[in-house]
């Protein structure tokens, strides 16, 4: 029998984490009698006086918003890390048992003072100041002393614990590396060690030294194939945003740099930036068109961990390669999540819709907002 990835089960492996998921393409075809989300029918204002991060608003912790015009960021008033100095936890009385301090800070970064926006309904200018703000960040926390790692990232959507659904994302700095980044920089890390003979794509370009870097080896292998099996959703001049071979969420996206290697926010030109911020742009829009919905996500931004001494050149350290994670939860409906429990959870991740199929279903959406869409509500 000859194997079709669309029907017969197989493991793919994620080079970045070392793990693998288990696809099962042909369960695509089972009914669903689970649990279903309840639709978003709410219409939200473009002010809301009870809405904690609108401008000029007061905040749950007491302090009061500056009436802000473009983004605002601020210390968030219930953080998961404290600053330093702070106790040490006791001696365990066994090796099994191990706890080690964790400073740092959290910040809240406000997108948008309308709070009826998400970053699919904001303009691409508006999105650009966003990621000049999560540069900003990252150089200001990067520089402290003591700070090993900052992780910008946004939930969005109830279904994802987002406590306001004001656009909005967090920044948490700390003093360790945490496990997820820290793994991806582990294997990158490898993957630059290799020799130049390890099958680098022909003007794929090189990390520090001009060694191989796995993701713009890998940006470049899904840039050459066409038709059916790719899985890239939408790129332009600077950046590819796909469905990962390895990927596990249904319609999870990863998004890079394609024309250099760019290891963190603090590498990007200008133009660099304008041109990120389009993509997330067409990327969140095709989104909320596949399911006519705001589609819910987690997105995480992995890159050095702390910023380099000089970001004009490529040194020891710089194997990150900067790259956007969106990890949405949705797989059937507006109204269906994916659920990792029971094999997943004693197993190993496990995917119905193939990659590929998932990056054609994507392709195939509108870049024109379907709010926007002259047949909305017809």
Not at 168 to 180: I, K, Y
Not at 210 to 221: D, G, I, Q, S, T
Not at 227 to 246: D, T
Request: hydrophobic fraction near 35%.
């Amino acid at each position: 029998m000859e194997f079709d990835p669309t029907a017969h089960p197989h493991r793919r492996y994620n080079p970045l984490t070392g793990e693998h998921v288990l696809v099962s393409p042909h369960r695509n075809k089972r009914p669903w009698l689970g649990q279903t989300e309840p639709p978003q029918t709410a219409t939200l204002p473009e002010y809301d006086p009870a809405c904690y991060l609108c401008p000029g608003n007061p905040r749950s912790g007491g302090q009061i918003n500056e009436k802000y015009t473009s983004t605002l960021v601020f210390e968030n008033d219930f953080p998961a890390l404290l600053p330093p100095p702070g106790p040490v936890p006791p001696v365990s009385g066994h090796p099994l048992l191990q706890a080690t301090p964790v400073e740092g800070g959290c910040d809240v970064l406000i997108f948008h003072p309308r709070h009826d926006l998400t970053l699919a309904r904001m303009a691409t200018d508006d999105i650009e100041n966003v990621v000049n703000e999560w540069m900003r960040v990252y150089l200001k926390r990067g520089r402290q002393p003591g700070i090993k790692y900052v992780q910008i990232f946004e939930n969005k959507g109830a279904m994802m614990g987002c406590s306001n659904p004001h656009p909005h994302g967090q920044v948490w700095s700390l003093n360790e590396v945490p496990a997820f980044p820290a793994t991806e920089l582990e294997n990158l890390k490898k993957y630059g060690q290799r020799p130049q003979a390890s099958g680098l794509v022909s003007g794929a370009p090189c990390g520090p030294g001009n060694k191989p870097c796995m993701l713009c080896e890998y940006a470049h292998h899904e840039m050459s194939l066409q038709g059916e099996e790719g899985r890239i959703v939408v790129q332009n001049e600077h950046w590819v945003a796909l469905v990962p071979y390895w990927a596990i969420w249904p319609f999870e996206v990863l998004l890079l740099s394609h024309h250099r290697h760019i290891p963190s926010l603090d590498h990007l030109e200008a133009q660099e930036r304008k041109s990120l911020a389009s993509i997330i742009s067409r990327l969140t829009i095709r989104y909320d068109n596949l399911f006519s919905t705001s589609f819910a996500y987690s997105m995480g931004i992995h890159q050095r961990p702390v910023p380099s001494q000089d970001s004009s050149i490529l040194a020891d350290g710089d194997e990150a390669h900067l790259h956007l994670h969106f990890n949405p939860p949705l797989v059937r409906s507006a109204t269906v999540r994916k659920f990792l429990v029971g094999f997943e959870m004693m197993g190993e991740p496990q995917r119905d819709l193939t990659a590929e199929q998932a990056a054609a279903r994507l392709r195939a959406c509108s870049e024109v907002h379907y709010l926007d869409s002259s047949d909305h509500g017809s």
